[in-house]
Nanobody, 124 residues
Framework: QVQLVESGGGLVQVGGSLRLSCAFS????????MGWFRQAPGKERWSVAS????????YYADSVKGRFTISRDNAKNTVYLQMNSLKPEDTAVYYC?????????????????WGQGTQVTVSS
């Protein structure tokens, strides 16, 4: 069974940076595409960024392009989300997710495994 554990969330001021990490265990990490999603109170969960199993392809939501970077280290079984130039609207619970496939998956419905989430709060 795949387990995902996020870390790195917290409180940051506008314009600051955070790096989220998601530790993967239970299966072969390099066989899984990974994604980061976020959900604000009262809103749907949506895709922030996703990455293929090799790390060779990535997708970003328009609202985070140029500010966020998704990456993975298959030797460490970890996927990262580097978040720069943070804005108040980035405040949400951030989740990582995994699906056993090579290519990027954007829809939450495509993913089979989810972490517990980590809170990111951007204060103005």
């Amino acid at each position: 069974q795949v387990q995902l554990v996020e870390s790195g969330g917290g409180l940051v001021q506008v314009g600051g940076s955070l790096r989220l990490s998601c530790a993967f265990s239970g299966r072969t990490f390099s066989s899984y595409a990974m994604g980061w999603f976020r959900q604000a109170p009262g809103k749907e969960r949506w895709s922030v960024a996703s990455i293929s199993w090799s790390g060779g392809s990535a997708y970003y939501a328009d609202s985070v392009k140029g500010r966020f970077t998704i990456s993975r280290d298959n030797a460490k079984n970890t996927v990262y989300l580097q978040m720069n130039s943070l804005k108040p609207e980035d405040t949400a619970v951030y989740y990582c997710a995994a699906v056993e496939r090579a290519s990027i998956a954007r829809s939450p419905a495509s993913y089979d495994y989810w972490g517990q989430g980590t809170q990111v709060t951007v204060s103005s």
